[in-house]
């Protein structure tokens, strides 16, 4: 999180807005509240550049993982195609089988996910097509989207405002909040209001996109200070001169440290080059033997949290919005320092 929105969130939680009361202690009818619920709305459609397009953006709970069911709830009437490209596509595809029939259009399983899958067919007749930007275990990201006529939704949850797309290619955007945009509790959709409708099943309240729509998105409380930390963090971002800018920065640390993976014979990246993730780089040793030493160098030099996930061992730098090229430059320090002290 930019410290900045650490600040101001935890100021509001000890009173918000010289109001005399918490944050989390104003009710969310307020229009104080009101207006945090709204603005934040309306930013995320302004980043992803989709205001006045019949897109409206939602803060859910539940977290991406309910999404996974909530889409194919909303908009699988028959047959959906699924582009499998790691363990959160996965997750989707068994959720969707519940509602109909699946179609695994493309995987890169059997590669235990090192790429993604291009030129693959895509039936005419699906219901959607469900893809995942960012593949946050595997290090992972398209940099292409099918064209199709078949609407498009999109997991994005660990690469949402980081980079410049045409949003409107997709008919249906999530994102839990926890990587590039606020606290895990709260999920933002992002759907184009005309795919909805479309389903024969009845669909309990909670999971309508269409009652949370008509709500503003209040339709039950809402998760307060998630909201309002998302918020903040939009702000940031635009403040700091939008999602073009981030890109650059993302791009420049993402080079960055690439560059050492492709440089230092120590380490091998994990990723195919083409696919190779601005979010997350995924990396291992070429010499095992090397690990306590270089584990023991990213402790001193304070760099928590670069274990890979044990689906694919190694390491695997997380480099959301929020963290800075100085900190990217420092892991690239302490991987040049290991190959001169090796
Ligand atoms: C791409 C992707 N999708 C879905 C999820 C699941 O999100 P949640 O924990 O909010 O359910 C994650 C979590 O890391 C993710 O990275």
Redesign the pocket.
């Known amino acids: 999180m930019p410290q900045e929105v650490m600040q101001k969130a935890a100021a509001a939680v000890v009173e918000f807005d010289g109001s005399g009361l918490s944050l989390i202690e104003i009710s969310h009818r307020s229009p104080a509240f009101v207006a945090i619920m709204e603005n934040a709305r309306s930013l995320a459609l302004e980043h992803l550049g989709l205001q006045n397009k019949g897109y409206q953006a939602l803060f859910l709970q539940?977290?991406?993982?309910?999404q996974?069911l909530n889409v194919a709830y909303n908009l699988l009437e028959s047959k959906a195609g699924y582009v499998n490209t790691g363990t959160?596509s996965l997750?989707a595809i068994k959720e969707a089988k519940l509602f109909g029939e699946v179609v695994e259009v493309a995987s890169s399983q059997q590669e235990n996910f090192n790429y993604i899958p291009k030129g693959y067919d895509i039936p005419a007749d699906l219901d959607y097509l469900h893809l995942?930007s960012?593949?946050?275990?595997f290090g992972t990201q398209m940099k292409d989207f099918p064209k199709t006529a078949v609407p498009l939704v999109c997991?994005m949850?660990?690469d949402i405002f980081s980079r410049e797309l045409d949003f409107s290619q997709f008919d249906l955007i999530y994102a839990?909040a926890?990587?590039n945009m606020g606290p895990?509790g709260t999920?933002l959709v992002v759907v184009k209001e005309d795919i909805l409708g479309k389903v024969s099943r009845k669909i309990p309240s909670m999971l309508d996109y269409e009652v949370h729509i008509g709500k503003d998105s209040m339709f039950n409380t809402p998760p307060v200070f998630a909201v309002y930390v998302s918020m903040l963090t939009l702000q940031w971002l635009k403040d700091l001169g939008g999602v073009s800018k981030i890109e650059e920065i993302n791009e420049k640390k993402a080079n960055l440290i690439y560059s050492e993976i492709d440089l230092n014979p120590l380490f091998s990246g994990f990723a195919a080059k083409e696919d190779r993730s601005t979010m997350n780089a995924t990396f291992n040793l070429t010499d095992a033997t090397l690990k306590e030493t270089f584990d023991e160098m990213c402790k001193e030099a304070n760099i928590n949290g670069i274990n890979g996930h044990r689906s694919v061992g190694g390491y695997r730098a997380s480099m959301y919005n929020a963290l800075s090229l100085e900190s990217v430059g420092i892991l690239v320090d302490v991987m040049s320092e290991l190959e001169r002290k090796a």
């Open positions: 539940g977290g991406a993982s309910s996974f959160w997750k995942t960012n593949n946050t275990i997991d949850s660990s839990g926890q990587k895990a999920t």
